[in-house]
């Protein structure tokens, strides 16, 4: 995915002046770099992956780019209890669709976010799942998860076509303490999937 891509689907779910992130299942750190990009260099970025030489390509990708001093390389799966500080935002691209019982992930999810905390998700928009998306997770069916597991209805940030399954949507969902009067500004296209259905 390129960067310009990945920036458009993350851009409105992310504040400039956050000072803690996680990017949980963050692979090859493409996503985590765009992070960056966006909070500046004073935010602290916990990039969570369970395959130890995945967390050192990215160690010296960052290093080329950015000083990585307030970029944490945690070494550990994410569907298990981690030690983080409260974080402003958990950022999870194509991982929740690896995971069986989404909901209490959800749960879990929502216990490291501060109470302004918002979780950005990006996922393929389908509902027949397959080796590569074993448990998929349309919008529509994080939009019936989300308040189960103790968030807001989720809002759809926007869409990309992808080569291979579809489409990939990006959603905030944020935490049920979380009010921002610039929230309406993202309803009506996540209305609009909504009323679609959520698929393709």
Request: hydrophobic residues 40%.
């Amino acid at each position: 995915m390129q960067s310009a891509t990945i920036l458009n689907l993350i851009t409105k779910g992310v504040q400039r002046g956050d000072a803690a992130w996680a990017d949980f299942g963050s692979g090859e750190g493409r996503f985590t770099r765009a992070l960056r990009a966006l909070l500046g260099p004073d935010a602290d970025i916990y990039t969570v992956d369970v395959d130890a030489s995945t967390l050192e390509r990215q160690r010296r990708t960052f290093g080329t780019h950015a000083d990585v001093s307030r970029t944490h390389f945690v070494e550990a799966d994410f569907t298990q209890p981690l030690d983080l500080p409260p974080l402003d935002g958990v950022l999870l691209a194509n991982a929740l669709h690896f995971i069986k019982d989404q909901t209490t992930m959800l749960k879990q999810l929502r216990a490291y976010l501060k109470p302004s905390g918002r979780l950005l998700v990006i996922e393929y928009d389908i509902t027949r799942g397959s080796v590569w998306v074993p448990y998929p997770l349309p919008f529509r069916t994080l939009a019936r998860l989300a308040p189960a597991a103790g968030f807001q209805q989720p809002v759809l940030l926007a869409t990309t076509p992808s080569r291979f399954r579809s489409q990939i949507y990006s959603a905030l969902v944020l935490h049920t303490s979380y009010v921002n009067d610039g929230i309406e500004k993202w309803a009506p296209l996540g209305d609009s999937l909504a009323d679609r259905g959520g698929d393709r």
